[in-house]
């Protein structure tokens, strides 16, 4: 009798493809399987490069509502070395975790750092940034062991093992949580780990909600033969062309490069493209089905008293990294032997499941077993198939309800009493596969799924108001500055809205909405009411320039602000509402934010009030460019508006002093001044550099910034002996560029001893 009680689910990246059911000196290069499980075998594949376009292969078209599941290139080898890090939704990354990116806007939030292995690129050359949450196992080297370690434990590089319940990222390594405390761990010294599953369906729920909500958009999985998988929207995806030699990234064709699909998972904080030449297979699905593969999942061999936890990603068989069952392939799967159960846990909403099923290949006309399908604790099986044989042809399981269930059970028996003549005994030539196995779920649930504002930049923590629930769908908008998608609301009915619940403060009391622009100066359909009071915004359009070139990109960013001031204090109802304005209904996205003039976090902050006020003093030496713009007290130097107010990120102020591009202003110092303050930002497209100068030389200076930068408080000690204090605006920002010094002025000596 031969033993298999070892269950053979493992990850991708195990082992090489050698041999191949769908290989041979006469084999067609391509093959694609179709969801009613019919087959497509040619040689020639159109728009095999292309992430989101119409393939085929000999000219049969591989979409339709019966559209190819799995394609596969039989001529590629799969092979995958560590170290490689896995995701949440199953996909790998060959490369290793070489730090940690902190977040300029939340303490204690940021991205981990990879460093990718052989092809796969970013934008950034092979450094790319993840999302913490979503990282799942890394392994560093290869051992025997490699894949196998359970959930919530951490190998280091000298072998113990220590269990941890929370993992954290951080700027010294990885710092977990076990039942002595938290311990630190160096990246270095980490052989390999694998995080608690807990956050397992959130993920896959979360994706499942943010590409329905495009119509037609599938969901599709890319396998190159390093072993990379790569999982993304088919609305969110290119091509993009790499020089061989310089590396940049080009848009349009150009000679000397390679093709890539330019892909953004939703794992990663920028794009990664995957070289078209190293593209091994594909699989689609429509977003509301989900491989079972990646859900949480546990073994057992009640023979053998084997017990553990089901990798959650798609895995390898006896011909890894595809399981085949009859001439059927695909890369989603159990390979099990018999006498095994898997208990896979299920999303709320699931409501049907299917799957393809039956030893595999290898087995020949060998091989014997049964196989059944439970609903939680049932007793009685939803689906049994008394000996299945090698040789046989794929069953077709399904779909079956599982409306309401928490748990199925996929249960393979041992079928040795009563076997077919020429079946083999006991658990010889036993290996079955559970192909494509797939839940479904239910639309209408993620219909009502708030987690749509996940997917827009600074919404996550608004609420969608239920008039407004299905009124939108999510797109992809091409954006030239990050070269991603920016997330794009479109709408199907109007208006939408959405809401949050604030405590306005110092911190929080201006809101900030950035969308691609429309040109023509149109504004888009959005306003805004606190506790039902509607507020005026204030807008501008945020040019930027390509490094390189100096060209500018298109389209730019419109910021809108809405100034809370007068709500400090106060706890408030704060609304966004988008409409349909003169027939533009689309809204590329690219931020939400409550901030404040200064961009500061403490809540009680005020600017420094000063006792003698320049508004109140004579200013002389007035300058500038072309005589156009002299500073002014308390608006902006008029350009197309009279008496615009002085303002800071759309807030307003009224004491200070406005100044255009290339200007100054110098104000005479007497000897019992000690400090000089003053708040001071752009106020209107680009402006800088700014200085302060005492007597000429100058005592601080900020480079050009643009509007939508904080300001900067300033607090300068006076030297003794000056006589003149002199404010500038140099002449690098935009030409119509003014910035505001509000509540600038001197604090005393007397003043300031006090």
Known sequence: MVSKSKFAVFLLFVAVLTTDPTKGADTPRWLAVFGDGSMKRGNRMDHWDHPAAQTSIDGHSLHGDNFARFVLDTTKTIEVKPPFVVMANGDVLPGEIVGFRPSRVVEGAGGVLLQLRGPLRSWEGQS??????????????????????????????????????RFRFSASGLQVL??????????????????????????????????????????????????TIVTHRSDIGKKSYVDRNSKRIYDDYQSGCDVYLHVVPAWSFGPVLVPQKYLAARSIRSPLEIPVPLLPATYSNP???????????????????????????????????????????????????????????????????????????????????????????PLRIGPIDVIGAKTIRLVTDMAHKGRPAGADPLD????????????????????????????????????????????????????????????????????????????IAANNDILELRLAEIGDKTLHGVEVTVNGESLAPRSEILPVLDEKTRERYDPQTRVYWWDLKSYRGQSVSVALRFFVREGRRDFAWRGLRLTSAMGTTKPQFESIEPGIRLTELEGFDLQSHKGRGHPVAGYLPATEIENDPLRLRGQVFTDGIGMMHDSEISFHVKPEYERFV????????????????????????????????????VDLPIPPGTKKL???????????????????????KEAASE
């Open 303 to 393: 023979r053998s008293g084997l017990a553990g936890r089901a990798m959650s990603a798609y895995n390898q068989g006896p011909r890894a990294p595809f399981l085949t069952v009859g001439e059927l392939t695909d890369i989603s799967g159990f390979s099990v032997h018999g006498d095994s159960e898997i208990s896979v846990q299920l999303p709320v909403g699931a409501k049907t499941f299917s799957t393809w099923a039956g030893l595999d290949p290898a087995v020949g006309s060998g091989g014997c077993v049964h196989c059944q399908m439970f609903v939680d604790f049932a007793s009685t099986p939803v689906f049994k198939r008394d000996f299945v044989l090698g040789g046989q042809q």
């Open 726 to 748: 002199t404010l500038k605006v140099g002449p690098v920002g935009s030409y119509d560029g003014r910035s505001a010094w509000v509540n600038p002025g001197f604090i005393s």
């Open 128 to 165: 790319l940034t993840v999302r913490p949450s979503l990282i799942t196992r890394f392994v560093r080297k290869s051992s025997p062991a490699r894949g196998t370690l359970p959930p919530g434990r951490v190998q280091l590089r000298d072998g113990q093992v220590i269990s941890a319940q």
């Open 678 to 713: 003053t708040l001071v930002g752009c106020a209107a497209q680009t402006a800088g550099p700014l200085t302060v100068s005492f007597d000429g030389e100058p005592a601080w200076t900020r480079e050009a910034i643009t509007v939508a930068e904080s300001a900067e408080q």
């Open 178 to 227: 076990t039942s002595s405390g938290v311990q630190k761990l160096s990246l270095g010294a980490i052989a390999e780990f694998c995080t608690p599953a807990d956050n397992q369906i959130d993920v896959l729920m979360e994706a499942a909600a943010h590409a329905w909500r495009a119509p037609k958009t599938r969901v599709i999985r890319l396998v190159a033969e390093d072993g």
């Open 428 to 503: 010889i030539r036993d290996n079955f596969n559970w192909l494509r196995p797939t839940v479904t779920i239910d639309p209408d649930l993620l219909a009502t799924h708030d987690s749509i504002l996940n997917r827009f930049d600074g919404a996550a923590e608004w609420s969608i108001e239920q008039e407004s629930l299905g009124k939108v769908e999510v797109h992809g908008s091409w954006n030239k500055i990050t070269r991603m998608w920016d997330p794009q609301l479109r709408l199907k009915e109007d208006p939408f809205s959405m809401r949050v619940e604030k405590t």
